[in-house]
């Protein structure tokens, strides 16, 4: 059975770089595009960026600037880096799995990202 | 960039069916996605390319999708149901409509 689990380090100061994991277990990253998606508090979902094979990205249009999103296939890892944070990136960070046209079959259970000094 | 519309919430008595539309230009030609999201939980995938349900779903939810709207019907609504729901498709990019809160009452 495939999970999730997202790790980061909980606050970051404003201007600093966000870096995240996302360690999958009990599969392969092969064959599938692997995506993260964040949820400010209280607010819905927003699309990050999705990454395939380890090196075909596809960003958020509004993020692309200070985003950059890969993959380690042998350590079944999924990487975010997102710079010169500010508050309005505070955030639960959900990596998921992209299945069907697209879709987004697996979750793990997010990590919240707090920005403040 | 491609927008999804919902209405910010639905209230439906227990036993009823509730709809949850999401709005969206020519959406009809889009395969379209719903999630449930549970206050602290992670979404959960109920529907996929507008009618499928992942493994585990009950058939009492359902998807359409035509014209300019798609739509989440949940049949037999129960307290557990209420939740979040979000519609998504695919568009170069993932978009997320706003959200549906669902009441139960």
């Known amino acids: 059975q495939v999970q999730l689990q997202e790790s980061g380090p909980g606050l970051v100061k404003p201007s600093e770089t966000l870096s995240l994991v996302c360690s999958v277990s009990g599969g392969s990253l092969s064959t599938f595009y692997w995506n993260w998606v964040r949820q400010p508090p209280g607010k819905g979902l927003e699309w990050i960026g999705s990454v395939f094979h380890s090196d075909t990205t596809n960003y958020n249009p509004s993020l692309k600037s200070r985003l950059a999103i890969s993959a380690d296939t042998s350590k079944t890892q999924i990487y975010l880096k997102l710079r010169s944070v500010t508050a309005a990136d505070t955030a639960v960070y959900f990596c998921s799995r992209g299945f069907t046209a697209r879709s987004l079959d697996l979750w793990g259970q997010g990590t919240l990202l707090t920005v403040s000094s | 960039s491609y927008v999804l519309t919902q209405p910010p919430s639905v209230s439906v008595a227990p036993g009823q069916t509730a709809r949850i539309t999401c709005g969206g230009n020519?959406?009809?030609?889009?395969?379209v996605h719903w999630y449930q999201q549970e206050p602290g939980q992670a979404p959960v995938l109920v529907v996929y390319d507008d009618t499928h349900r992942p493994s585990g779903i009950p058939e009492r939810f359902s998807g359409s999708n035509s014209g300019n709207t798609a739509t989440l019907t949940i049949s037999r609504v129960e307290a557990g149901d209420e939740a979040d729901y979000y519609c998504?498709?695919?568009?170069?990019?993932?978009?997320f409509g706003g959200g549906t809160k669902v009441t139960v009452l």
């Open positions: 020519n959406i009809g030609i889009k395969s």
């Open positions: 998504q498709v695919w568009d170069d990019h993932v978009v």
